[in-house]
Each structure stands twice: as C-alpha cells, then as structure tokens.
C-alpha cells in the first residue's frame, strides 16, 4: 500500500475520511413514485454491466460514470491541475491499463453482505483493456483460478483481493467470499428488492448515484459498531424498509425514507437524525478549519493545496444543505428527509476523490537537481 505522503502532517487524512463518510451517510433514498409503489408497474431495465453485479437487495452501492464526469466542463479545472502537478499521472494510467483515462466508462463501488468483508470493485471500460497488464498492476506472485466459471487471479500466499477479467471490458476486484456473492446474485435476483428502483436510475445518465439499504445485515452488524458522536443515528437501523441514496448531476439531490413497525421506534429516530445533523455541521466546520490550516502550511505542495480549498468550497456547500434539510413524518411510523446541496457531481468527485491523488507519491524528476552537491570522486 502507498503510504499516505501527508499523514505525518496533522488530521488531514481524518478530516477526508470523515467526509466521505458523511457524504455516504447522506446517500438518501429518491423516491420512484408511482413506479416505486406498485411492483406490477415497474418497467424491466437492462442494468450495464458491473451495475447489474449489485444485488438489488443487498447492502448497497455507488456508481460513478468516471469518464463523463473527468471530461466534463466543471471538470476542467482539476484536468489541468493533474496535467501541471503531475503529468505522468493519465500516462501512468494508460501504461498500467492499456487504456487511458477517459476510456474508463463506470466505477461501481458495491457493499459487501458483512461488515468485515472488503467492499468490491468493479471497472467497465469504452475499449477493450489490457488484461495482461490490469492483473500486474494489482498482483505480482499470482496464479490463475476459477470463480464460478470464471477466469479470476489471486496472490499466491492467498493475500490480497481476487481480480477477475469477467468481460474483456469489465473487471472486478473483490475478495472471493464477496466475489462468489457478487456472482451469485443474478440467478436470485427478481427485480423487486428494496434497490431495485434506484438501480434502475442509476442506469440512466445520471453521473453519479448512490443507494443504501439499511435493513441489510451490513448496517445491522454496523449500527452495532457505531462510535459514541454517531450513537443517536441507531434508531434508524430498525427501520424496514429504510432507503438512502443520492443522485448528483448539476446539484446534489439527497433524500431519506424509513418505515418502522412501531411509533416509539420512529420516535427515537427522528430524535436522533435531529440530533446527529447538528453534529454533523459542527463536525464539517471542524474539518474546513483542518483542511484550511494544512492548506497555508508552507510543505503543503501545490496540487495538495488546491484539493484543500475543493475540499472547504464543498464542505460549505454541504453545511449549508443540512442547514436547510428537512426531517418529517409521514403518518406515526414513517420518517423521510430531503436536503439539496448546491455542487454539481464533479465537485462532489474531486472533493472526495482529491485525497486519493493527494496520497499519490510525488512524480521524481530525471532532471539533476542544482541545489544537490555532488559526490567528490
């Protein structure tokens, strides 16, 4: 694993990782409408591949079209950051994949059924890939094995994930357990499960969408885990259905819907979600003063510098959508909540994605550095 060159410097890198997991927490349910409440009415949609890998009533997912958003107009401030900061960064890309950037069509990040398991990946691309070279970039001893009749490879030592070439323009990364899971889900499938409608939304265009699925057993062995500062937040675990997702594209629409079977449960929700929105906004004010100190520390490099002030613009954004969320009942024992932040689905990428390139080791010139002496002979 790459080391994290800023981690010696201060709480940035917690800062980013308390983000993302704000932004997944506020992944809220959009409703299907008339659609979504008559199971007869919903029309069949072929799901692209990697999406069609999520079980519509597993965990949950995120779905990134990577290619459209890379190539976009609010896109292109961080296009040519990469291209002055590092520019063997798309060439490296093209050199490990065979492809370059822009050829990566769909990131789809996809939960696993256990809350100790890995998360799995899975890359669609616009041209075939290199397979060759996809399995080197992530394994080095590895060998050749089946995973339900698919071509997969593993670490020898049988560390590490499993990589499997399931088409020549898909690719998944998973550990076995979640991988046979994953493969496994399509012959049980039927298309009504509690993500079923938003999956079928994240088939269209929309570049980025996001579902949760809280009555899986993933967030019912999570909301166990639950530090002190989330504990309020543990109500909405008993919610069944309970459904939070989020769709970005030229804002950020998030909305939630929790059904309970009994009033006191949604009682102690409601309370709850009040209450860890308010913490919540305490919390994003914290992490802008974090990322602005590490932003005017003077070892922060140039490219860093600008993924932190990303990061602030967007925190801001995101308070002052929960500022004016809205958390109601619907009846005695259900719950939804909306919140629109004003950023568009490249800002939310870049701000949540900018701590990864910011952990990039930095580039190393071949050009002799003048302020070195040289070694005497």
Not at 24 to 31: G, I, K, L, M
Not at 85 to 96: C, R, S, V, Y
């Amino acid at each position: 694993m790459t080391p994290n060159p800023l981690a010696k410097r201060g709480p940035l890198p917690g800062a980013l990782l308390f983000t993302t997991a704000l932004l997944a927490c506020f992944c809220w349910q959009v409703r299907a409408g008339a659609v979504e409440d008559n199971p007869k009415a919903r029309p069949k949609t072929k799901l692209p591949p990697g999406l069609n890998l999520v079980a519509d009533a597993g965990a949950g997912f995120v779905t990134i079209r990577v290619a459209d958003i890379f190539q976009s107009d609010a896109a292109k401030e961080v296009r040519m950051q990469l291209a002055k900061a590092k520019p063997k960064f798309l060439e490296m890309f093209t050199e490990h994949f065979g492809k370059d950037f822009a050829q990566l069509e769909r990131l789809t990040i996809i939960f696993p059924a256990r809350v100790n398991d890995q998360p799995g990946f899975a890359l669609t691309t616009a041209k075939p890939l290199a397979q060759g070279k996809v399995v080197q970039t992530f394994l080095r001893n590895f060998e050749e094995k089946k995973v339900h009749g698919k071509t997969c490879y593993a670490q020898k030592d049988g560390k590490g994930p499993v990589i499997c070439l399931v088409t020549d323009r898909l690719f998944v990364i998973a550990s076995q357990p979640h991988l046979e899971q994953l493969f496994t889900r399509n012959s049980t499938g039927d298309g009504r499960g509690p993500l079923a409608a938003i999956l079928r939304l994240a088939a269209d265009k929309p570049p980025v969408v996001a579902g949760l699925n809280f009555a899986a057993p993933f967030f019912q062995e999570a909301a166990k885990r639950l530090r002190e500062e989330q504990a309020s937040l543990r109500p909405m675990f008993a919610a069944k259905p309970g459904l939070l997702t989020v769709v970005a594209n030229s804002q950020i629409r998030v909305e939630l819907r929790l059904s309970f079977a009994e009033k006191d449960q949604a009682d102690e929700a409601e309370a709850g979600l009040k209450a860890w929105l308010k913490h919540a906004r305490t919390a994003f004010a914290t992490g802008r003063k974090d990322m602005a100190r590490m932003a005017n520390r003077k070892d922060t490099d140039p490219l860093s510098r600008w993924f932190l002030q990303q990061g602030q613009d967007f925190l801001k954004k995101v308070d002052t959508g929960i500022a004016s969320s809205s958390v109601k009942r619907q009846g005695a024992k259900e719950i939804t909540g909306s919140m629109t932040i004003e950023a568009n689905a490249a800002e939310a990428v870049i701000a949540v994605g900018g701590g990864l390139v910011v952990a990039m080791p930095a580039e190393k010139s071949s050009r002799p550095n003048p302020d070195k002496p040289r070694e005497k002979r």
